[in-house]
């Protein structure tokens, strides 16, 4: 029984890394009905861990559930939802960063430099074939920190903020990134926290969370159907 239920969590975890890169990815587009018949077929899976896994998503935010019982893809974040998301992120992660120095162990900082090499190796090329291991080597990263910083409230509150932050279609489609800042932003952060520099942490995190979201803001601000929502923010 114990092995079934094994085989059956793994299905609906594996459904639930795949079915997300589809909606981060846009190949489910936002507010599109996600057909579960059709996933199941695709990742050749039962509709079981379809369902399981599009519930995990609705925790995410990812994907809304209809009254009639079938789910979507949520709808696109506007300019307020990412300055809301920078936001927490600045009051919630160079903190977590500042923790994980103090808390390092062996499996953080070897988890940490995987990471940077891994997006070191994707962003020096940043083509559309390798951007999602960015995205995903960033996202290791980040979540390393969250789960090392030994405050389940913070690593809690990041889990979900990252969960929504949908930054992939900014780096692949619309060349929002900076990817050599990113590299040196990553390294420093790494350096810091290797030494057990809790001060040093805290601040290159601060300065590479500002320089991402100065960098999506800056661009959502020049699109017509943003710019309006943006210039309401600020007043």
């Known amino acids: 029984m114990a092995k079934t239920y094994l085989e059956k969590t793994g299905l609906a975890e594996q459904a639930y890394a795949e079915i997300r890169i589809l909606i981060l990815d846009q190949v489910i587009p936002a507010g599109q009905v996600v057909s579960i018949d059709t996933l199941a077929a695709q990742l050749g899976v039962s509709q079981t861990p379809i369902r399981e896994a599009l519930s995990k998503l609705e925790g995410d935010g990812l994907v809304e559930k209809l009254r009639t019982g079938r789910y979507k893809a949520a709808p696109p974040l506007i300019f307020k939802d990412y300055a809301d998301l920078y936001y927490m992120r600045l009051l919630l992660e160079p903190k977590a960063a500042a923790l994980a120095a103090h808390n390092r162990t062996d499996e953080t900082i070897a988890t940490l430099e995987e990471a940077v090499d891994r997006i070191s190796a994707a962003g020096r090329g940043m083509k559309s074939e390798v951007f999602i ?99 309401t923010q600020q007043e």
């Not at 990252?162 to 990134?177: K, S, T």
């Not at 805290?202 to 943003?226: N, S």
């Open 133 to 231: 291991g960015f995205v995903e080597a960033d996202a290791l990263f980040h979540q390393t920190i969250a789960r090392d910083c030994g405050n389940k409230f913070i690593a809690a509150g990041l889990f979900q903020l990252q969960a929504n932050l949908r930054v992939g279609p900014f780096y692949r489609d619309r060349g929002v990134v900076d990817a050599e800042a990113v590299i040196r932003d990553h390294t420093e952060i790494l350096k810091a926290i290797k030494a057990g520099d809790a001060e040093a942490a805290e601040v290159q995190m601060q300065r590479h969370i500002e320089r991402a979201r100065d960098l999506i803001l800056g661009w959502l601000k020049t699109q017509p159907e943003q710019g309006s929502q943006a210039r």
